[in-house]
């Protein structure tokens, strides 16, 4: 009997994109929001049992507890961030046009804001 995958739980800001994608009348970003869904479950699965996912990276310097599934497929290059805090992934960005390598200072900017915004939600909860 396996480990039970961790908890998953998202921004509200990757959940607007992930709605986009899904509500988009174009085919290959819904399958795109389908692929998304498949690799965070995957993700749940390996950190479960303490292993990195396949396509699993981690950002340095101050977002260093940052990691993120860098996805290619359909002719789109894609970036999923997330924390794992408590035994819980939180998804906190999803960069479905991702062509450049470093971060720009504006999402780097966001990521730090969203980091925030989870650790205050989970300490609120905790109290």
Do not use: W
């Not at 390996?46 to 860098?70: C, I, M, P, S």
């Not at 960069?95 to 925030?116: F, I, P, Q, W």
């Amino acid at each position: 009997m396996g480990e039970q995958p961790l908890i998953r739980l998202q921004h509200r800001g990757f959940g607007q994109t992930i709605r986009r994608l899904l509500g988009s009348t174009r085919v290959a970003e819904r399958e795109l929001a389908g692929i998304v869904a498949d690799e965070m479950n995957s993700l749940s699965r390996e950190k479960a049992t303490g292993q990195k996912h396949k396509n699993e990276f981690t950002l340095e310097g101050d977002l260093r507890e940052v990691g993120y599934l860098k996805l290619k497929t359909s002719g789109f290059s894609i970036r999923a961030y997330f924390i794992v805090l408590n035994g819980t992934i939180y998804m906190l960005h999803l960069d479905d046009n991702k062509r450049r390598t470093d971060l720009t200072d504006g999402t780097k900017r966001l990521l730090a804001e969203r980091v925030r915004d989870v650790k205050d939600s989970v300490g609120e909860r905790a109290s």
